[in-house]
């Protein structure tokens, strides 16, 4: 682990097609860790659209990236296109040798698993892909965030918040992590209980389900590739 008062080198991985808050979010947290430089690279230095539509530009390319203390990896439908480009799965896996940790919001969890990451390890991702973390030989763990020594894990969305501020703790201690979660008055009070396919009512779950079953098909065929690839047996 990183000495409390070493500065940091901290990156987030920006692609086409990515969901903003699994970047936005933890950006909130991450950009305001004492002593850390905080950038956001592309595979390359060119401006991309989050799955809605919103323009991001990345600080620079992945070929210009120092090596990170913190890798953060988003996901979002984009992440589809990342699972065999290795140009993108070799960066992310020299990057994880060097850091010191690792941190995936959401179906960022399975390109790590494409990046070879995930073997042996406890992994959460989105609710309706965490059944897919075993093509990568991890164990799914149905919680908001997990974390597997050096790596950090959060589920869907907006959970990468709740996983930057454990990772903001892990680095400077919780006093820091808790006056950052001040600073942002993250003290959430849902108006609805649906939040979770455990607590969401079941039409809302199963139109849920419908609208994304063509996603997930592809997402399973694409990580039955890679679990062949990986040597990964899934029955």
């Known amino acids: 682990m990183t000495p409390a008062d070493a500065h940091l080198q901290i990156g987030s991985l920006l692609f086409e097609g990515l969901d903003q808050i699994d970047l936005t979010g933890p950006y909130e947290v991450l950009a305001r860790i004492p002593d850390a430089t905080y950038r956001v690279y592309g595979r390359t230095a060119d401006q991309v659209r989050d799955v809605r539509g919103l323009r991001i530009a990345p600080d620079a390319a992945i070929?210009?990236?120092?090596?990170?203390?913190?890798?953060?990896?988003?996901?979002?439908l984009g992440q589809e296109a990342l699972m065999e480009d290795e140009a993108v799965l070799g960066w992310i896996r020299r990057q994880a040798a060097g850091a010191k940790i690792v941190f995936s919001?959401?179906?960022?969890?399975?390109?790590?698993?494409?990046?070879?990451?995930?073997?042996?390890?406890?992994?959460?991702?989105?609710?309706?892909?965490?059944?897919?973390?075993?093509?990568?030989?991890?164990?799914?763990?149905?919680?908001?965030?997990?974390?597997?020594?050096?790596?950090?894990?959060?589920?869907?969305?907006?959970?990468?918040?709740?996983?930057?501020?454990?990772?903001?703790?892990?680095?400077?201690?919780?006093?820091?992590?808790?006056?950052?979660?001040?600073?942002m008055a993250y003290a959430p009070e849902p108006p609805f209980d649906s939040g979770d396919p455990k607590t969401a009512p079941a039409a809302v779950l199963a139109?849920?389900?419908?609208?994304?079953?063509?996603?997930?098909a592809r997402r399973e065929a694409t990580a039955r590739r890679v679990a062949a690839r990986l040597g990964v047996a899934v029955g």
């Open 63 to 76: 070929a210009d990236a120092p090596q990170l203390d913190v890798l953060h990896i988003p996901g979002g």
């Open 105 to 183: 919001v959401c179906t960022g969890a399975l390109v790590c698993g494409a990046a070879g990451l995930l073997k042996g390890r406890r992994a959460t991702t989105h609710w309706n892909s965490i059944h897919l973390l075993p093509f990568f030989g991890a164990t799914p763990v149905d919680e908001r965030v997990v974390v597997d020594d050096g790596f950090v894990f959060a589920a869907g969305v907006t959970a990468g918040i709740d996983g930057a501020l454990r990772l903001a703790a892990m680095l400077r201690g919780e006093d820091v992590a808790q006056a950052i979660q001040l600073y």
């Open 207 to 216: 139109e849920a389900r419908r609208a994304v079953a063509d996603v997930t």
